[in-house]
C-alpha cells in the first residue's frame, strides 16, 4: 500500500513537472513566433485597429507620401514583418520625399521619427515640420497638359492674384518653357498688364518629370487702383470704337490717343493704361493697345517681338480674310500719322524689322 501510495506520489510529481515544462515550451514557442522574420515581397497598405500595417519599401513610402498630402503633422504606422532593411529604408525614404518629390519638395522642411519595437511590429511614428500652410497645400492646381497650364495661369493673371502654384506630372523643359508661357498669355491678353511689374517662378523639385511650379507676380499698385486702371482703359476704348472700328481707323485713333515715350517713371509706358489713358507710351504699350482695339470689335491679332536697327521693338500682326498683315503704329506715330507700316506684307516688314522667329512661331501657330 506504502509503495503504491509512493509510486502514485512520483506519478504526480512528474505529471506537474510535465505540465509545467509544456507550458514552459509554448511561451517559448509563442514568443519566437513573434519575433520571427520572413521574407515579405508583397506590398500592401492595409488597416487595423485605425493604424496603417506596412511590410517593405514601397508601402512605407507610399503611406508617409500619402500623409504629406494631406498635411498631417504626425503619423503612425505598424511595419510588420519588415525585415533588416528599415532603419536604412526610413532614412532614405525621408530624404527622397524632401528632395525628389514635388508636394515634399514644395511643403516639407523635415522629417523626424521614432521607432519602438513590439513584439509583433515596430510602431513608426513620424513627425513632419513644414514651411508651407494647409491652404497653400490645398491650392495647388493639377495640370495635365500645356493646354491646362496656360489655362489655369491665365485666369491668375486676369484675376490679378499674387501668385499661382501648379503640379505638372510630365514635366518637359520644352513644353514647359516657363517665361514663354507667361508671355504667352501676357501678349495674348493685354488687361495681364495692368500693374504689372515683374515675375519669379519657382520649380519644386528642380529636376524630375514631377514637379510643382510657383509662379509670383508684383505689381505696382494695389488691386484698387488696377481696377480704376481697368475702367478707365474699358471708358477710352468704347470712345475710340463710337467714330470706327476698322483696322486703319483703329491704327489712326491709336496714333492720336498716344505720343512716344521710353520715360519710364512707373511701368505704366509698357501697358494699354498708359497708351490709351495717360497717353505715353513705349512700343510694347502701343502694340498691347492695339491689340486690345482689335479685340474689341473682333480682328484677330497678336503681338509681334523683334528688334529695328539691333533694338528691341513691337508691333503687331493681324489677319483680315485668310491674309496676315503687319502693322507697327509705333513706327508709324512721328510728327504726322504715317501708313509706312500699316497692312504690309511679311516680305516688306522684314526689310526693316528683325523678327524673334521662335516667338513668331507661337504666335502664328496659335
Same mark, same amino acid.
Given at each position: 500500500?506504502?509503495?503504491?501510495?509512493?509510486?502514485?506520489?512520483?506519478?504526480?510529481?512528474?505529471?506537474?513537472?510535465?505540465?509545467?515544462?509544456?507550458?514552459?515550451?509554448?511561451?517559448?514557442?509563442?514568443?519566437?513566433?513573434?519575433?520571427?522574420?520572413?521574407?515579405?515581397?508583397?506590398?500592401?497598405?492595409?488597416?487595423?485597429?485605425?493604424?496603417?500595417?506596412?511590410?517593405?519599401?514601397?508601402?512605407?513610402?507610399?503611406?508617409? *507620401? =500619402?500623409?504629406?498630402?494631406?498635411?498631417?503633422?504626425?503619423? %503612425?504606422?505598424?511595419?510588420? @514583418? &519588415?525585415?533588416?532593411?528599415? !532603419?536604412?529604408?526610413?532614412?532614405?525614404?525621408?530624404?527622397?520625399?524632401?528632395?525628389?518629390?514635388?508636394?515634399?519638395?514644395?511643403?516639407?522642411?523635415?522629417?523626424?521619427?521614432?521607432?519602438?519595437?513590439?513584439?509583433?511590429?515596430?510602431?513608426?511614428?513620424?513627425?513632419?515640420?513644414?514651411?508651407?500652410?494647409?491652404?497653400?497645400?490645398?491650392?495647388?492646381?493639377?495640370?495635365?497638359?500645356?493646354?491646362?497650364?496656360?489655362?489655369? *495661369? =491665365?485666369?491668375?493673371?486676369?484675376?490679378?492674384?499674387?501668385? %499661382?502654384?501648379?503640379?505638372? @506630372? &510630365?514635366?518637359?523643359?520644352? !513644353?514647359?518653357?516657363?517665361?514663354?508661357?507667361?508671355?504667352?498669355?501676357?501678349?495674348?491678353?493685354?488687361?495681364?498688364?495692368?500693374?504689372?511689374?515683374?515675375?519669379?517662378?519657382?520649380?519644386?523639385?528642380?529636376?524630375?518629370?514631377?514637379?510643382?511650379?510657383?509662379?509670383?507676380?508684383?505689381?505696382?499698385?494695389?488691386?484698387?487702383?488696377?481696377?480704376?486702371?481697368?475702367?478707365?482703359?474699358?471708358?477710352?476704348?468704347?470712345?475710340? *470704337? =463710337?467714330?470706327?472700328?476698322?483696322?486703319?481707323?483703329?491704327?489712326?485713333?491709336?496714333?492720336?490717343?498716344?505720343?512716344?515715350?521710353? !520715360?519710364?517713371?512707373?511701368?505704366?509706358?509698357?501697358?494699354?493704361?498708359?497708351?490709351?489713358?495717360?497717353?505715353?507710351?513705349?512700343?510694347?504699350?502701343?502694340?498691347?493697345?492695339?491689340?486690345?482695339?482689335?479685340?474689341?470689335?473682333?480682328?484677330?491679332?497678336?503681338?509681334?517681338?523683334?528688334?529695328?536697327?539691333?533694338?528691341?521693338?513691337?508691333?503687331?500682326?493681324?489677319?483680315?480674310?485668310?491674309?496676315?498683315?503687319?502693322?507697327?503704329?509705333?513706327?508709324?506715330?512721328?510728327?504726322?500719322?504715317?501708313?509706312?507700316?500699316?497692312?504690309?506684307?511679311?516680305?516688306?516688314?522684314?526689310?526693316?524689322?528683325?523678327?524673334?522667329?521662335?516667338?513668331?512661331?507661337?504666335?502664328?501657330?496659335?
Amino acid at each position: 500500500m506504502k509503495a503504491y501510495k509512493k509510486i502514485k506520489y512520483i506519478l504526480s510529481i512528474m505529471t506537474v513537472i510535465l505540465i509545467c515544462a509544456v507550458l514552459t515550451g509554448c511561451s517559448h514557442i509563442f514568443y519566437r513566433d513573434e519575433f520571427v522574420v520572413t521574407p515579405h515581397n508583397e506590398t500592401y497598405t492595409s488597416s487595423e485597429d485605425d493604424v496603417t500595417r506596412v511590410g517593405n519599401y514601397a508601402s512605407l513610402r507610399s503611406f508617409l *507620401l =500619402s500623409e504629406i498630402e494631406l498635411h498631417d503633422m504626425e503619423a %503612425v504606422v505598424h511595419a510588420h @514583418n &519588415y525585415g533588416e532593411s528599415l !532603419d536604412n529604408d526610413l532614412s532614405d525614404i525621408c530624404e527622397y520625399l524632401i528632395n525628389d518629390t514635388a508636394i515634399g519638395a514644395y511643403s516639407v522642411n523635415s522629417i523626424s521619427y521614432t521607432k519602438t519595437r513590439f513584439p509583433a511590429y515596430y510602431e513608426l511614428v513620424f513627425s513632419i515640420n513644414y514651411k508651407r500652410t494647409t491652404d497653400d497645400i490645398n491650392s495647388i492646381v493639377t495640370v495635365t497638359n500645356v493646354d491646362d497650364f496656360l489655362e489655369t *495661369l =491665365s485666369t491668375a493673371m486676369t484675376e490679378y492674384r499674387d501668385k %499661382v502654384t501648379m503640379q505638372i @506630372n &510630365y514635366f518637359t523643359g520644352k !513644353d514647359y518653357d516657363i517665361p514663354t508661357l507667361v508671355d504667352r498669355v501676357y501678349y495674348g491678353k493685354p488687361e495681364t498688364s495692368y500693374a504689372f511689374s515683374s515675375y519669379v517662378y519657382t520649380c519644386y523639385p528642380e529636376t524630375g518629370a514631377s514637379r510643382i511650379v510657383e509662379i509670383e507676380f508684383a505689381r505696382t499698385v494695389g488691386s484698387e487702383e488696377i481696377t480704376a486702371q481697368k475702367q478707365a482703359v474699358e471708358e477710352k476704348i468704347a470712345s475710340i *470704337l =463710337s467714330g470706327g472700328t476698322s483696322p486703319e481707323y483703329l491704327h489712326d485713333a491709336l496714333c492720336l490717343a498716344v505720343s512716344y515715350s521710353a !520715360d519710364d517713371d512707373d511701368g505704366q509706358i509698357f501697358t494699354p493704361y498708359g497708351a490709351l489713358v495717360t497717353g505715353k507710351a513705349s512700343c510694347q504699350g502701343y502694340a498691347l493697345a492695339y491689340k486690345m482695339l482689335c479685340d474689341a470689335v473682333g480682328i484677330e491679332c497678336e503681338v509681334v517681338r523683334g528688334k529695328i536697327d539691333g533694338v528691341a521693338h513691337a508691333w503687331n500682326l493681324i489677319t483680315v480674310g485668310d491674309k496676315q498683315y503687319h502693322v507697327d503704329v509705333t513706327s508709324d506715330d512721328g510728327s504726322y500719322i504715317s501708313h509706312e507700316f500699316f497692312k504690309v506684307s511679311d516680305e516688306t516688314i522684314r526689310q526693316t524689322h528683325t523678327i524673334d522667329e521662335d516667338w513668331f512661331e507661337i504666335i502664328t501657330q496659335d
